[in-house]
């Protein structure tokens, strides 16, 4: 593989190097700004989607043009085509069409794409495989293949004869940090950092491999001096334009009162996950930070305010962690009051009564919950709704195999809904309850 004057590799190191910073400062001191940079129709997806747009054009440029590799350019431009419209879920969310039937049975996000029918929110033995596959691929074209071209191994140089157009063997970075991050040991939500280096890391590729057919070079020859800075600040450019049309993109529709409201719920819903993760983390003043703009955006969440209490009271700060508790407990008074027969605020309760170390409380709230929603049951036998809450009381009363039978059932007569998919998927796991729920 070529050995290409320094400008562009100094412009490719320089670019990676300055998004794995960003992201790692972010995690540490910004959460707010790594949620925007990692969730679903926010600023970092649309840099996704747009670096995809990017290499979707050279390839095309390049599968048009006489050339070698026409053949997988042509193949790389559907890819990236079918990447952007399954990013967009083909404009579903944009026009606000509904899902489909099929999709909403089957999909894990119950979104019009094919990607979400194998991965999603929910952890399964296929998302794994994957996952794993994607991070084994990366590395084989954007580590391995190139460095055996370098050293002109059989295999690769009959591979490039077959048409395989490779990446410049420097980017191998580029490909290696993706594959570590697609495989989300973190659990910090980087496999969306991953899908941001892949399209840089080929739309590198592509106005490389454009460069050398301007110039009519192999692709194992140098380039000059000049033409490496030109495809530098080519690479700076294109890297630009991505970012300038994600940022515009996300503007234009925070204007749209129904697009902002999504991402003003998804924000919410990052903030309640990052919480978690940076609790996992012992990182207690970020956890504390983000339940407490989360409390002031729902002050009558006392799941919230559980949280809040916990993570103050292990961060050593006691008193708060009682004034929250007691918030908790203010809230479900009021709730309680508002609907006295809400089968939520009952178990709600128990939560927080056991927090409380009011006991007799939390056992009577508890009784209740069980027998309301077994009458239920009884009363509507067809409702999925009646055994999802019986499955929720009875984990609660430490019934694990009594709950996943109810929640197994609630799925059986709602196969559609995502809340007992999830649910399901946690229970096996035998992972615990969570605040939300209650």
């Known amino acids: 593989m070529t050995r290409s004057f320094a400008a562009h590799r100094l412009v490719a190191t320089a670019l990676l190097a300055g998004i794995l910073i960003l992201f790692a400062l972010m995690a540490a001191y910004a959460p707010l700004g790594y949620i925007h940079a990692t969730y679903e129709d926010l600023l970092g997806e649309w840099t996704q989607v747009f670096l995809f747009a990017l290499t979707l054009g050279l390839s095309v440029r390049l599968a048009t043009t006489p050339g070698p590799y026409r053949m997988f350019f042509a193949v790389l431009a559907l890819a990236c085509f079918y990447v952007v419209g399954e990013e967009i879920s083909w404009g579903q969310r944009l026009l606000d069409i509904p899902t489909p039937e099929f999709f909403r049975r089957h999909n894990l996000q119950q979104e019009t794409n094919l990607h979400n029918l194998f991965t999603g929110p929910v952890g399964t033995w296929g998302k794994r495989l994957i996952e794993s596959g994607v991070s084994v691929g990366l590395l084989v074209y954007g580590l391995v293949l190139p460095l055996a071209l370098r050293v002109r191994h059989p295999l690769a140089l009959r591979l490039d004869r077959l048409g395989l157009a490779l990446p410049p063997l420097y980017l191998w970075p580029y490909f290696a940090a993706a594959a570590l991050l ?31 057919r301007r110039r009519g070079l192999e692709t194992t020859a140098p380039l000059a001096r000049k033409d490496s800075r030109a495809l530098a600040w080519q690479s700076l450019l294109l890297a630009s334009a991505a970012l300038f049309l994600a940022g515009t ?14 991402s003003s719920q998804r924000i919410e819903n990052g903030m309640e996950k990052f919480a978690l993760r940076y609790e996992r983390y012992e990182a207690w ?16 969440d006392a799941s919230l305010w559980r949280r809040l209490s916990r993570v103050q009271a292990l ?33 709600s309760l128990v939560r927080t009564c056991r927090l409380t170390g009011l006991h007799e409380s939390a056992e009577e709230h508890l009784q209740f919950a069980l027998e309301r929603a077994r009458e239920w049951t009884l009363r509507e036998p067809s409702n999925p709704k009646a055994f999802y809450w019986l499955s929720l009381a009875l984990e609660l009363d430490d019934a694990p195999v009594e709950s996943l039978a109810c929640l197994e059932k609630a799925a059986t007569l709602d196969p559609l809904s995502l809340t007992y998919s999830r649910e399901l998927a946690r229970l096996k796991a035998q992972e615990p309850l969570a605040e939300d729920h209650l």
């Open 182 to 212: 697609e495989m989300q040991l973190f659990r910090f939500n980087e496999a969306e950092i991953a899908e941001l280096l892949i399209p840089l890391a080929l739309t590198l590729t592509c106005a490389w491999h454009l460069q050398h």
């Open 249 to 262: 993109t996300t503007l234009t529709l925070a204007h749209s009162s129904r697009l902002s409201a999504l």
């Open 285 to 300: 003043d970020h956890a504390e930070t983000l339940y407490q703009q989360l409390v002031a955006l729902k002050p009558g």
């Open 315 to 347: 961060n050593g700060r006691t008193d708060e962690s009682a004034r929250s508790l007691q918030a908790a407990l203010q809230v479900d008074q009021d709730n309680l009051m508002k609907n006295p027969a809400s089968l939520r605020t009952h178990l």
